[in-house]
Protein backbone atom coordinates (compact mmCIF):
# COMPACT_ATOMS: atom_id res chain seq x y z
CA UNK A 1 0.00 0.00 0.00
CA UNK A 2 1.93 3.04 -1.46
CA UNK A 3 0.92 6.76 -1.20
CA UNK A 4 -1.20 7.20 -4.27
CA UNK A 5 -3.55 4.14 -2.95
CA UNK A 6 -4.10 5.90 0.23
CA UNK A 7 -4.83 9.13 -2.09
CA UNK A 8 -7.27 7.44 -4.08
CA UNK A 9 -8.72 5.43 -1.13
CA UNK A 10 -9.17 8.83 0.97
CA UNK A 11 -10.33 10.73 -2.13
CA UNK A 12 -13.75 8.43 -1.91
CA UNK A 13 -14.60 10.61 1.60
CA UNK A 14 -15.45 13.97 2.27
CA UNK A 15 -11.93 15.23 3.95
CA UNK A 16 -11.07 18.71 4.26
CA UNK A 17 -7.70 19.46 2.42
CA UNK A 18 -6.08 16.96 0.44
CA UNK A 19 -4.06 14.17 1.95
CA UNK A 20 -0.17 15.04 2.59
CA UNK A 21 0.69 11.75 5.01
CA UNK A 22 -0.23 8.34 5.84
CA UNK A 23 2.04 6.49 9.36
CA UNK A 24 0.49 3.20 10.24
CA UNK A 25 -0.77 2.84 13.78
CA UNK A 26 0.68 -0.30 15.17
CA UNK A 27 -1.97 -0.78 18.16
CA UNK A 28 -4.56 -3.15 17.61
CA UNK A 29 -4.61 -6.64 17.10
CA UNK A 30 -7.68 -6.71 14.69
CA UNK A 31 -8.65 -4.08 12.55
CA UNK A 32 -5.68 -1.71 10.41
CA UNK A 33 -5.27 1.79 11.44
CA UNK A 34 -3.71 4.91 9.93
CA UNK A 35 -3.20 8.61 11.05
CA UNK A 36 -3.83 11.03 7.97
CA UNK A 37 -2.26 14.56 7.84
CA UNK A 38 -3.96 16.70 5.30
CA UNK A 39 -2.98 19.97 3.92
CA UNK A 40 -5.96 21.74 5.54
CA UNK A 41 -4.08 20.80 8.91
CA UNK A 42 -7.24 18.59 10.23
CA UNK A 43 -5.89 15.15 11.00
CA UNK A 44 -8.13 11.82 10.12
CA UNK A 45 -7.94 8.73 11.25
CA UNK A 46 -8.27 5.96 8.73
CA UNK A 47 -9.31 2.12 9.26
CA UNK A 48 -9.77 -1.24 7.30
CA UNK A 49 -12.11 -3.11 9.17
CA UNK A 50 -11.01 -6.65 9.61
CA UNK A 51 -13.66 -8.74 7.53
CA UNK A 52 -13.02 -12.08 9.10
CA UNK A 53 -13.48 -11.26 12.08
CA UNK A 54 -16.24 -8.79 11.69
CA UNK A 55 -18.67 -10.75 9.00
CA UNK A 56 -21.05 -8.07 8.40
CA UNK A 57 -19.51 -4.84 8.33
CA UNK A 58 -22.20 -2.41 7.54
CA UNK A 59 -23.68 -3.82 10.86
CA UNK A 60 -20.75 -2.38 12.32
CA UNK A 61 -21.08 0.45 11.14
CA UNK A 62 -24.95 0.96 11.48
CA UNK A 63 -24.21 0.06 15.45
CA UNK A 64 -21.48 3.06 15.28
CA UNK A 65 -23.71 5.09 13.73
CA UNK A 66 -26.70 4.19 16.06
CA UNK A 67 -24.53 4.70 19.11
CA UNK A 68 -22.80 8.32 18.10
CA UNK A 69 -25.70 9.79 17.21
CA UNK A 70 -27.21 8.75 20.88
CA UNK A 71 -24.46 9.81 22.53
CA UNK A 72 -23.77 12.87 20.55
CA UNK A 73 -27.26 14.32 22.10
CA UNK A 74 -26.41 13.19 25.51
CA UNK A 75 -23.29 14.89 25.61
CA UNK A 76 -24.84 18.36 24.06
CA UNK A 77 -27.71 17.73 26.60
CA UNK A 78 -24.87 17.88 29.56
CA UNK A 79 -22.84 20.79 27.84
CA UNK A 80 -20.13 18.66 26.83
CA UNK A 81 -18.01 19.19 23.62
CA UNK A 82 -19.74 16.14 20.98
CA UNK A 83 -16.52 16.98 18.55
CA UNK A 84 -14.18 15.87 20.98
CA UNK A 85 -16.38 13.77 23.16
CA UNK A 86 -17.84 11.35 20.51
CA UNK A 87 -16.62 10.23 17.72
CA UNK A 88 -17.23 11.73 14.55
CA UNK A 89 -17.59 9.72 11.09
CA UNK A 90 -16.68 11.11 7.73
CA UNK A 91 -19.02 10.58 5.44
CA UNK A 92 -17.99 8.72 2.00
CA UNK A 93 -18.92 10.78 -1.07
CA UNK A 94 -21.28 8.10 -2.57
CA UNK A 95 -22.91 8.08 0.44
CA UNK A 96 -22.88 6.01 3.75
CA UNK A 97 -19.39 6.05 5.82
CA UNK A 98 -17.61 3.74 3.80
CA UNK A 99 -15.71 2.74 0.90
CA UNK A 100 -14.03 -0.16 -0.66
CA UNK A 101 -10.62 0.00 -1.96
CA UNK A 102 -9.02 -1.16 -5.03
CA UNK A 103 -7.88 -4.60 -2.97
CA UNK A 104 -11.40 -4.95 -1.92
CA UNK A 105 -10.92 -3.59 1.64
CA UNK A 106 -13.71 -2.27 3.70
CA UNK A 107 -12.68 1.08 4.76
CA UNK A 108 -13.34 3.79 7.29
CA UNK A 109 -12.45 7.64 8.30
CA UNK A 110 -12.88 9.20 11.47
CA UNK A 111 -11.76 12.95 12.57
CA UNK A 112 -8.89 12.43 15.07
CA UNK A 113 -9.36 13.90 18.02
CA UNK A 114 -7.16 17.25 18.69
CA UNK A 115 -4.33 16.96 21.82
CA UNK A 116 -5.78 13.50 22.90
CA UNK A 117 -3.89 10.52 23.37
CA UNK A 118 -4.36 6.63 23.96
CA UNK A 119 -2.28 5.05 26.39
CA UNK A 120 -1.04 1.21 25.99
CA UNK A 121 -0.27 1.25 29.76
CA UNK A 122 -1.01 3.80 33.15
CA UNK A 123 1.86 6.03 33.19
CA UNK A 124 0.59 8.31 36.00
CA UNK A 125 -2.02 7.81 39.38
CA UNK A 126 -5.18 9.04 38.54
CA UNK A 127 -5.29 8.25 34.66
CA UNK A 128 -7.00 4.82 35.61
CA UNK A 129 -9.26 6.42 37.84
CA UNK A 130 -10.78 8.44 34.51
CA UNK A 131 -10.29 5.12 32.39
CA UNK A 132 -12.95 3.88 35.04
CA UNK A 133 -15.23 7.05 34.83
CA UNK A 134 -15.31 6.84 30.96
CA UNK A 135 -16.73 3.33 30.76
CA UNK A 136 -18.58 3.32 33.44
CA UNK A 137 -20.33 6.63 32.44
CA UNK A 138 -20.02 4.67 28.44
CA UNK A 139 -22.37 2.38 30.19
CA UNK A 140 -24.39 5.24 31.91
CA UNK A 141 -25.38 6.79 29.37
CA UNK A 142 -26.52 4.31 27.05
CA UNK A 143 -28.86 3.11 29.39
CA UNK A 144 -31.73 4.17 27.53
CA UNK A 145 -30.31 3.40 24.63
CA UNK A 146 -32.99 1.27 22.13
CA UNK A 147 -30.76 -2.47 22.44
CA UNK A 148 -33.11 -3.66 19.87
CA UNK A 149 -31.74 -1.46 17.28
CA UNK A 150 -28.01 -2.97 17.88
CA UNK A 151 -26.71 -5.76 15.88
CA UNK A 152 -24.73 -8.53 17.40
CA UNK A 153 -21.86 -7.54 15.53
CA UNK A 154 -19.87 -10.65 17.13
CA UNK A 155 -22.50 -13.46 18.12
CA UNK A 156 -21.44 -14.77 21.79
CA UNK A 157 -18.40 -12.13 21.65
CA UNK A 158 -18.19 -13.00 25.52
CA UNK A 159 -19.70 -16.30 25.95
CA UNK A 160 -16.89 -17.81 28.06
CA UNK A 161 -18.34 -21.64 27.80
CA UNK A 162 -18.24 -20.73 24.18
CA UNK A 163 -14.60 -20.09 24.17
CA UNK A 164 -14.39 -23.29 25.78
CA UNK A 165 -15.66 -24.97 23.08
CA UNK A 166 -13.92 -23.87 21.10
CA UNK A 167 -10.43 -23.64 22.28
CA UNK A 168 -11.19 -27.54 23.47
CA UNK A 169 -11.93 -27.99 19.37
CA UNK A 170 -8.91 -26.61 18.15
CA UNK A 171 -6.84 -28.63 20.45
CA UNK A 172 -8.09 -31.48 19.59
CA UNK A 173 -7.85 -30.72 15.70
CA UNK A 174 -4.44 -29.47 15.96
CA UNK A 175 -4.05 -28.81 12.81
CA UNK A 176 -0.48 -27.38 13.72
CA UNK A 177 1.10 -29.73 16.14
CA UNK A 178 1.14 -27.15 18.22
CA UNK A 179 -0.66 -29.01 21.52
CA UNK A 180 2.09 -31.03 22.91
CA UNK A 181 4.25 -27.40 23.99
CA UNK A 182 1.23 -26.14 26.17
CA UNK A 183 0.51 -29.01 28.24
CA UNK A 184 0.57 -26.79 31.25
CA UNK A 185 -1.37 -24.05 29.88
CA UNK A 186 -4.14 -27.40 28.67
CA UNK A 187 -3.72 -28.41 32.63
CA UNK A 188 -3.98 -24.69 33.41
CA UNK A 189 -7.67 -24.18 32.05
CA UNK A 190 -8.83 -27.60 32.83
CA UNK A 191 -8.22 -26.66 36.50
CA UNK A 192 -9.98 -23.36 36.32
CA UNK A 193 -12.70 -24.62 33.90
CA UNK A 194 -15.20 -23.46 36.98
CA UNK A 195 -14.78 -20.11 36.17
CA UNK A 196 -16.58 -19.97 32.62
CA UNK A 197 -20.45 -20.16 33.61
CA UNK A 198 -20.08 -17.49 36.35
CA UNK A 199 -21.00 -14.52 33.79
CA UNK A 200 -23.06 -16.13 31.44
CA UNK A 201 -25.02 -18.25 34.32
CA UNK A 202 -25.65 -14.98 35.93
CA UNK A 203 -27.27 -13.33 32.93
CA UNK A 204 -29.34 -16.48 32.31
CA UNK A 205 -30.69 -16.42 36.27
CA UNK A 206 -31.43 -12.64 35.95
CA UNK A 207 -28.56 -11.96 38.61
CA UNK A 208 -26.70 -9.79 36.41
CA UNK A 209 -28.75 -7.55 34.42
CA UNK A 210 -28.26 -7.12 30.53
CA UNK A 211 -26.99 -3.61 29.38
CA UNK A 212 -25.89 -1.73 26.69
CA UNK A 213 -21.91 -2.64 26.84
CA UNK A 214 -18.85 -1.73 24.77
CA UNK A 215 -17.10 -5.30 25.34
CA UNK A 216 -13.74 -3.85 24.48
CA UNK A 217 -12.50 -2.12 27.02
CA UNK A 218 -8.60 -2.01 27.00
CA UNK A 219 -7.01 1.05 28.13
CA UNK A 220 -5.97 1.94 24.51
CA UNK A 221 -9.80 2.43 23.84
CA UNK A 222 -10.09 5.22 25.56
CA UNK A 223 -8.76 8.54 23.88
CA UNK A 224 -7.41 10.94 27.16
CA UNK A 225 -6.35 14.74 27.28
CA UNK A 226 -2.72 15.22 26.29
CA UNK A 227 -2.22 17.47 28.84
CA UNK A 228 -4.21 16.95 31.59
CA UNK A 229 -4.95 13.24 31.65
CA UNK A 230 -8.95 13.78 31.18
CA UNK A 231 -10.42 10.92 29.42
CA UNK A 232 -11.92 12.50 26.69
CA UNK A 233 -13.74 9.76 24.09
CA UNK A 234 -14.47 5.89 24.21
CA UNK A 235 -13.23 4.52 20.96
CA UNK A 236 -13.43 1.34 19.18
CA UNK A 237 -17.48 0.82 19.38
CA UNK A 238 -17.26 -2.11 16.92
CA UNK A 239 -18.03 -4.68 19.30
CA UNK A 240 -20.79 -2.26 21.22
CA UNK A 241 -23.81 -5.02 22.09
CA UNK A 242 -26.06 -6.25 24.54
CA UNK A 243 -23.92 -7.60 27.65
CA UNK A 244 -23.12 -7.48 31.35
CA UNK A 245 -21.52 -4.70 32.75
CA UNK A 246 -18.64 -7.14 34.50
CA UNK A 247 -17.69 -7.92 30.59
CA UNK A 248 -16.41 -3.93 30.43
CA UNK A 249 -15.11 -4.16 34.18
CA UNK A 250 -12.99 -7.45 34.10
CA UNK A 251 -11.55 -6.91 30.67
CA UNK A 252 -10.68 -3.38 31.99
CA UNK A 253 -9.08 -4.54 34.89
CA UNK A 254 -7.31 -7.30 33.51
CA UNK A 255 -5.85 -5.25 31.17
CA UNK A 256 -4.62 -1.71 32.53
CA UNK A 257 -4.42 -3.01 36.18
CA UNK A 258 -2.11 -5.81 34.69
CA UNK A 259 1.60 -4.50 35.83
CA UNK A 260 2.96 -5.69 32.26
CA UNK A 261 2.08 -5.78 28.98
CA UNK A 262 -0.43 -8.45 27.23
CA UNK A 263 2.78 -10.46 25.94
CA UNK A 264 5.48 -9.99 28.78
CA UNK A 265 7.52 -12.95 28.79
CA UNK A 266 8.41 -12.84 32.24
CA UNK A 267 5.43 -13.87 33.98
CA UNK A 268 7.10 -12.84 37.64
CA UNK A 269 6.27 -8.93 35.92
CA UNK A 270 2.54 -10.07 35.32
CA UNK A 271 0.41 -9.58 37.97
CA UNK A 272 -2.49 -7.22 39.20
CA UNK A 273 -1.54 -3.99 41.18
CA UNK A 274 -4.20 -3.57 43.67
CA UNK A 275 -4.14 0.08 43.64
CA UNK A 276 -4.54 0.65 39.89
CA UNK A 277 -7.66 -2.36 40.86
CA UNK A 278 -8.71 0.19 43.11
CA UNK A 279 -8.51 3.75 41.36
CA UNK A 280 -10.53 1.96 38.18
CA UNK A 281 -12.90 0.63 40.54
CA UNK A 282 -13.66 3.68 42.03
CA UNK A 283 -14.10 5.47 38.94
CA UNK A 284 -15.90 2.84 37.17
CA UNK A 285 -18.77 2.68 39.74
CA UNK A 286 -18.85 6.38 40.15
CA UNK A 287 -19.52 6.65 36.56
CA UNK A 288 -22.33 4.62 36.40
CA UNK A 289 -23.58 6.71 38.61
CA UNK A 290 -23.71 4.07 41.55
CA UNK A 291 -26.39 2.26 39.42
CA UNK A 292 -25.06 -1.79 39.82
CA UNK A 293 -26.77 -4.51 42.16
CA UNK A 294 -25.47 -6.03 44.75
CA UNK A 295 -24.75 -9.46 43.23
CA UNK A 296 -22.76 -7.13 40.24
CA UNK A 297 -20.78 -5.27 42.54
CA UNK A 298 -19.76 -8.63 44.69
CA UNK A 299 -18.55 -10.54 41.12
CA UNK A 300 -16.12 -7.62 39.91
CA UNK A 301 -13.40 -9.36 40.98
CA UNK A 302 -14.20 -13.00 39.78
CA UNK A 303 -15.19 -10.80 36.74
CA UNK A 304 -11.42 -9.98 36.10
CA UNK A 305 -10.18 -13.80 36.39
CA UNK A 306 -13.05 -14.81 34.40
CA UNK A 307 -12.26 -12.17 31.19
CA UNK A 308 -8.45 -13.08 31.36
CA UNK A 309 -9.17 -17.02 31.20
CA UNK A 310 -11.49 -16.37 28.31
CA UNK A 311 -9.20 -14.21 26.64
CA UNK A 312 -6.56 -16.72 27.93
CA UNK A 313 -7.99 -19.49 25.75
CA UNK A 314 -8.97 -17.46 23.09
CA UNK A 315 -5.30 -16.73 22.34
CA UNK A 316 -4.53 -20.25 22.75
CA UNK A 317 -7.55 -21.13 20.41
CA UNK A 318 -5.45 -18.70 17.75
CA UNK A 319 -2.20 -20.30 18.69
CA UNK A 320 -3.53 -23.84 17.74
CA UNK A 321 -5.09 -22.59 14.91
CA UNK A 322 -1.95 -21.28 13.08
CA UNK A 323 -2.58 -17.46 14.27
CA UNK A 324 -5.41 -16.50 12.47
CA UNK A 325 -7.50 -14.31 14.06
CA UNK A 326 -5.02 -11.84 16.34
CA UNK A 327 -2.07 -10.04 14.45
CA UNK A 328 0.59 -11.49 15.85
CA UNK A 329 4.59 -10.56 15.19
CA UNK A 330 6.23 -13.70 15.57
CA UNK A 331 5.77 -17.67 16.23
CA UNK A 332 4.89 -17.78 19.63
CA UNK A 333 3.35 -14.51 19.97
CA UNK A 334 0.06 -16.05 20.59
CA UNK A 335 1.25 -18.31 23.34
CA UNK A 336 3.17 -15.38 25.32
CA UNK A 337 -0.38 -13.68 25.30
CA UNK A 338 -2.19 -16.84 26.70
CA UNK A 339 0.25 -16.70 29.35
CA UNK A 340 -0.01 -13.39 30.77
CA UNK A 341 -3.99 -14.07 30.97
CA UNK A 342 -3.76 -17.82 32.62
CA UNK A 343 -0.95 -15.91 34.92
CA UNK A 344 -3.54 -13.10 35.78
CA UNK A 345 -6.15 -15.94 36.46
CA UNK A 346 -4.32 -16.85 39.11
CA UNK A 347 -3.04 -13.52 40.57
CA UNK A 348 -6.62 -12.32 40.85
CA UNK A 349 -7.71 -15.47 42.97
CA UNK A 350 -4.85 -15.40 45.25
CA UNK A 351 -6.23 -11.87 45.89
CA UNK A 352 -9.91 -12.06 45.65
CA UNK A 353 -10.98 -11.66 49.30
CA UNK A 354 -8.20 -8.24 49.27
CA UNK A 355 -9.75 -6.98 46.05
CA UNK A 356 -13.52 -8.11 46.88
CA UNK A 357 -12.77 -5.65 50.16
CA UNK A 358 -11.46 -2.90 47.95
CA UNK A 359 -14.67 -2.98 45.75
CA UNK A 360 -16.59 -3.01 49.73
CA UNK A 361 -14.56 0.08 50.62
CA UNK A 362 -15.94 2.05 47.23
CA UNK A 363 -18.83 1.36 47.96
CA UNK A 364 -19.41 2.31 51.23
CA UNK A 365 -17.02 5.76 50.30
CA UNK A 366 -20.23 6.48 47.18
CA UNK A 367 -23.23 5.92 49.64
CA UNK A 368 -21.09 8.35 52.26
CA UNK A 369 -20.15 11.14 49.95
CA UNK A 370 -23.84 11.09 49.03
C1 LIG B 1 -8.73 -7.24 20.28
O1 LIG B 1 -8.52 -4.82 18.35
P1 LIG B 1 -8.29 -4.64 19.81
O2 LIG B 1 -6.83 -4.74 20.09
O3 LIG B 1 -8.94 -3.41 20.39
C2 LIG B 1 -9.99 -8.06 20.52
C3 LIG B 1 -10.37 -8.01 21.99
C4 LIG B 1 -9.21 -8.50 22.84
C5 LIG B 1 -7.97 -7.70 22.52
C6 LIG B 1 -6.77 -8.25 23.26
C7 LIG B 1 -12.86 -7.74 18.09
O4 LIG B 1 -9.02 -5.89 20.55
O5 LIG B 1 -11.49 -8.82 22.23
O6 LIG B 1 -9.51 -8.40 24.22
O7 LIG B 1 -7.69 -7.71 21.10
N1 LIG B 1 -11.08 -7.55 19.70
C8 LIG B 1 -11.83 -8.38 18.95
O8 LIG B 1 -5.69 -7.41 23.11
O9 LIG B 1 -11.69 -9.59 18.97
MG1 LIG C 1 -9.09 -1.28 19.93
Redesign the pocket.
Same mark, same amino acid.
Given at each position: MDFPYFARLLGMFELEGEPVSVAECK?? !? /? !?KTFVVDTSSGKKYILQRV?ES??RNPDAVMENIVNVTEFLRKKIIERGGDPAREALTLIPAKTGGYSAISDDGGYWRVYAAIPNAVAHDKIERPGQFYNAGYAFGEFQRLLADFDATKLHET /?PN?HNTPLRYEAYRAALEADEYGRAAEVKPEIEFIEEHKWLCPIITEGIAIGKFPMRVTH !??T?L? !?IMMDADTDEAVCVI?L??VMPGSLLFDYG?AIR?GASNAA?DEKDLSQVYIRTELFEEFTSGFIRGIGGELTADEAKAMPVSVAVIALE?GM +?FLTDYLNGDK??KVLYDSHNLD +?TRTQLKLVSDVLKKRAELEAIVEGVLKEIVISR
Open positions: SG !N /I !NNVF /IF !NDKN !NDDTDYEL +RYF +R
